[in-house]
């Protein structure tokens, strides 16, 4: 049976929509134990409020060294600047004593990203993740183009080969369709998938 956790950063709600399809992708792979958490929040309550932060996101906190219990972690991270939120790297920040102790060496890692537009950086926000799961010493996992979704010019998408993504929107305005759902789901069917066979 693998562990795999999906941990993700959303301010305004896209990235959230998009960790609950990877999670189901994951557990249509059978014996998996798929947890859904979140980094902490470090912007400070009344700013939260005044940007129309999404308050009510029901998966819990997790805590840096938790990402050891795990066979695979799944990361999701809106865009800032074409790099991860400053939430995600302050947690990723916070894995010193893992990677001193090997704690993540040979465990599976992805990653799946949010921008306001179609290229706003969600390719560059998940290769500049990468290095930090090498880093760890894990194995990094992406989103193969036998998930055809990627390709169709039917509408305008997110996607790549590094991993799902999503388009919000300048304004936050536009939540994830359903194909960028259904490439979520499949990546975290076949990050759970590898994962199950190195681990189950």
């Known amino acids: 049976m693998a562990k795999v956790l999906v941990l993700y950063h959303s301010f305004y709600g896209h990235v959230e929509a998009m960790a609950h399809a990877v999670a189901a992708g994951a557990r249509e792979v059978a014996g998996a134990q798929v947890d859904v958490k979140r980094v ?10 005044k940007a129309h932060g999404k308050a009510d996101q029901a998966a819990p906190i997790a805590e840096p060294g938790e990402l050891a219990n795990y066979d695979a972690i799944i990361f999701g991270t809106g865009t800032r600047f074409g790099n991860m939120t400053a939430q995600m790297r ?30 706003g950086g969600q390719e560059s926000t998940i290769l500049t993740f990468i290095p930090t799961l090498l880093h760890h010493g894990m194995v990094y996992v992406g989103l193969p183009y036998a998930e055809q979704r990627q390709t169709g010019l039917d509408e305008i998408k997110g996607g790549s080969p590094y991993g799902a993504s999503t388009i919000t929107g300048s304004n936050g305005e536009r939540m994830p369709s359903e194909q960028e759902l259904g490439m979520a789901a499949f990546q975290g069917r076949h990050v759970t998938t590898i994962a199950t066979k190195l681990f189950g």
């Not at 902490?40 to 409020?49: C, G, H, L």
Request: charged share 10%; no cysteine; aromatic share 10%.
């Open 40 to 49: 902490p929040e470090t912007v400070p309550a009344d700013i939260f409020a």
């Open 90 to 119: 302050n947690f990723l920040d916070q894995t010193g004593g893992l990677w001193a102790t090997g704690a993540l060496v040979g465990k599976v890692g992805s990653v799946f990203a949010s921008s306001a537009t179609q290229h």
